[in-house]
């Protein structure tokens, strides 16, 4: 997909562990013939210093409360505070100003499309057009252009500024459009995966270690094993497959698989899973 735009000047408002990955990404991203400039804003002083030490040798501005100030200078806008905070960030005229006509990309797990045009136009149906709202979830990969990032299918943008944020976040990997209606969901599934991928990792190191394994190799072999077989997956073969794939008359994989399901793992993953659902379901509700 080629850049909408050749100028882009982006701001991150609230520049926690999401954004920091995302600036972290874009500075290692090849843009081809698009100029990309990058702001990134904070509240408190120690996160500007962490900032202003992580972006010591990266083409990205630091900047302490300047919020406004931040999204006067630039056409894409991520809102990355906490979503407890956002009330209190659109609560300042300045800002909302400065927003008006932007691509505005927000990061808040929980808060839809229509909450930040609510908290942008205070319920005055007249202005909502004014505004360019774009709801995504990306990946704590971001940071390394890995990122499988969901993008809710809405009306609250125009087709050109869609298509800015879908470039700029393909960037730092892949997009997946979604409805709206299924954010939540897709987004708990995604929680819900990375846990069971840390637990797996974590639980098989510590058991190889416990069997004579160098902690550093055991990591490794996990970690890869895990991609690899994730890879299969994304190549289109289905679980099924894989697991027939692998399991040869007296192997180990086959053992494995066994021994999982004597454990109700594939229980205990589903009820993760499940849990993870219901509990961002009451983030929004």
């Known amino acids: 997909m ?3 735009w050749q100028d882009m000047k982006l701001a991150v408002l609230g520049c926690g562990f999401m954004g920091t990955a995302i600036l972290q990404g874009l500075s290692k991203a090849e843009l081809h013939d698009t100029r990309l400039q990058m702001t990134a804003c904070v509240r408190s ?16 501005q630091c900047l302490q409360n300047n919020f406004t100030q931040a999204s006067e200078q630039s056409n894409v806008i991520i809102l990355g505070v906490p979503p407890d905070q956002l009330q209190s960030l659109l609560g300042n005229d300045g800002l909302v100003q400065a927003l008006r006509g932007k691509v505005i990309i927000s990061l808040l797990a929980g808060v839809s499309c229509e909450d930040i045009l609510q908290a942008l136009t205070t319920g005055n149906a007249a202005e909502r057009h004014h505004f360019n709202v774009v709801r995504t979830i990306p990946t ?7 990122s499988v990032t969901l993008l809710a299918q809405t009306t609250t943008a125009g087709e050109e500024h869609r298509r800015v944020a879908e470039w700029l976040l393909a960037q730092i990997g892949t997009v997946e459009v979604i409805p709206e209606s299924l954010m939540d969901t897709a987004t708990a599934m995604g929680a819900a995966c990375h846990a069971l991928a840390v637990v797996g990792i974590e639980a098989a190191v510590d058991a190889s270690v416990a069997e004579g394994l160098p902690r550093d190799l055991a990591l490794a072999i996990a970690a890869k094993n895990i991609r690899s077989g994730a890879g299969l997956a994304v190549s289109g073969m289905t679980p099924e497959g ?4 692998m399991s040869i008359p007296h192997g180990i994989t086959i053992h494995s698989f066994l021994e999982l399901e004597r454990g109700r793992v594939r229980g205990g993953i589903s009820d993760t899973v ?12």
């Open 2 to 4: 080629a850049s909408p």
């Open 45 to 60: 002083r120690s996160s500007l210093a962490r900032l202003e030490k992580m972006f010591n040798d990266a083409p990205v």
């Open 140 to 146: 704590i990969a971001s940071k390394f252009l890995d």
């Open 242 to 245: 894989i697991k027939s794939a």
């Open 274 to 285: 499940r849990h993870a659902i219901k509990y961002t379901n009451s983030m929004s509700s």
